[in-house]
């Protein structure tokens, strides 16, 4: 537990807020809110957080918990506790470690990792970082071919679930990202950067480590036939014409040997479309509201979707997950698991492998200290009755 660096221990590092601020003062503007912003008015990312604040525990008091079994099954594979690391795309922007920091740390602790099709470190090295479940997160980029080549050589590296991002048809409208020049900055466009250029001046450990790892990488794992790894200039007209449908889902089931889930489902018809397209699982997301601005809180929705998959398939649901005690409150209103997004980047941001194990450690310890609380002494205990819904709800 003490083995962090001291920057990353208590007091300076308590709560993932801490590391939110830690990872604001190491990137560039840009960067920082790449990753900490959402679309448009932002409506839908502040309503993922408020959903959680508004849902109050009944606890049951003077209950001996002295263990808590935190153990849960996803996908046919055994978490240690019920939260695993979402993908993120372009990790290695955040971090030069990115996406394989995020494996380990993911498997150090007993869970799984999904790795973004827009990763900069390749699907192999990704896997080698890992000694427990990797799994792979599907965008059409480079169409049909492209993604049938990444998905035979995922299976074959040893990714063995496939999540299907069904909320991007295009690009979500990231103000903050035009504002600081992120198209600018991801085209390479060293030209284009000048304007924005004084928020990197005052971040040159970031800078210097950014240049070390070579700049921009193209997508390693994104191979286009006759033409090569996808740049990321490239990437947002390739997520225009790219669109998933669930007729494309068959196609998938044919390609794909494992399970597929469907990630960004936000409504119980959804739901029963992702059973008839094969799915074996629902992550309900409104890609922690980067996407459609003005989608309900995921947990808002989430008992509808958990009564239309009527346990058919399994539920999972991610957006807006800062601390441990919020994974309990999405478990009591029937998620199997969570994904956490950005409370694990921001440890990346912060301080790479150290930060990321850093963030995982805090959501588990709360995670636990809340079950003993609550008088629960076990994840598949966990119901509606242990948490009050506002009036309104
Ligand atoms: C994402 N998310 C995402 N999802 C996906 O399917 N593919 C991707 O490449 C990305 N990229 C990405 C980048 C960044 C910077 C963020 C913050 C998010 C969405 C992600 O997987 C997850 O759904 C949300 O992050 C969950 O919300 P929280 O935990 O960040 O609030």
Request: overall charge positive; some cysteine; hydrophobic content about 45%.
């Amino acid at each position: 537990m003490n083995s962090w660096p001291r920057s990353l221990r208590a007091p300076h590092v308590v709560n993932i807020e801490d590391l939110r601020q830690m990872a604001q003062r190491r990137l560039p503007r840009a960067v920082f809110d790449y990753l900490d912003g959402g679309a448009e008015t932002e409506r839908s990312l502040r309503e993922n957080n408020r959903a959680f604040e508004a849902l109050a525990f009944r606890p049951r008091s003077a209950v001996a918990v002295p263990q808590c079994d935190l153990r849960v099954k996803v996908l046919g594979a055994e978490l240690a506790f019920p939260a695993i690391l979402a993908p993120i795309g372009y990790s290695r922007l955040i971090h030069p470690q990115g996406e394989v920091a995020a494996s380990r740390a993911a498997s150090g602790a007993g869970t799984a990792y999904i790795l973004s099709t827009i990763s900069g470190h390749k699907m192999e090295d990704v896997r080698a970082a890992s000694t427990g479940p990797v799994w792979y997160q599907l965008y059409l980029l480079g169409g049909r071919a492209a993604a049938e080549e990444s998905l035979a050589r995922a299976w074959k590296a040893g990714f063995t679930a496939l999540f299907v991002t069904i909320d991007t048809g295009v690009a979500g409208m990231r103000e903050r990202d035009i504002r600081n020049g992120v198209g600018q900055l991801m085209a390479g466009n060293w030209l284009g950067i000048i304007p924005y250029a004084p928020q990197f001046f005052t971040r040159p450990e970031w800078v210097a480590a950014y240049f070390m790892d070579g700049g921009l990488h193209a997508l390693p794992n994104v191979v286009i036939p006759g033409k090569g790894p996808m740049t990321l200039l490239d990437v947002a007209a390739a997520l225009a014409e790219s669109v998933v449908t669930w007729q494309d889902f068959r196609w998938l089931r044919e390609v794909w040997p494992g399970p597929i889930v469907a990630k960004g489902v936000m409504t119980g018809e959804d739901a029963r479309r992702a059973i008839d397209a094969g799915a074996a699982g629902v992550v309900v997301s409104n890609h922690g509201g980067r996407q459609l601005d003005g989608v309900s809180a995921t947990l808002r929705v989430l008992p509808e979707i958990v009564k239309a998959a009527n346990g058919q398939i399994e539920v999972l649901m991610d957006g807006g997950i800062r601390r441990g005690g919020d994974i309990i409150k999405a478990i009591c209103m029937g998620a199997r698991a969570v994904l956490v997004g950005r409370a694990y980047a921001y440890g990346m941001a912060a301080a790479g492998y150290p930060g990321v194990t850093r963030a995982v450690a805090i959501l588990r310890a709360d995670l636990e200290r809340t079950m003993k609380l609550l008088g629960c002494a076990s994840i598949g205990e966990l119901d509606e009755s242990y948490v009050q819904l506002p009036r309104d709800w």
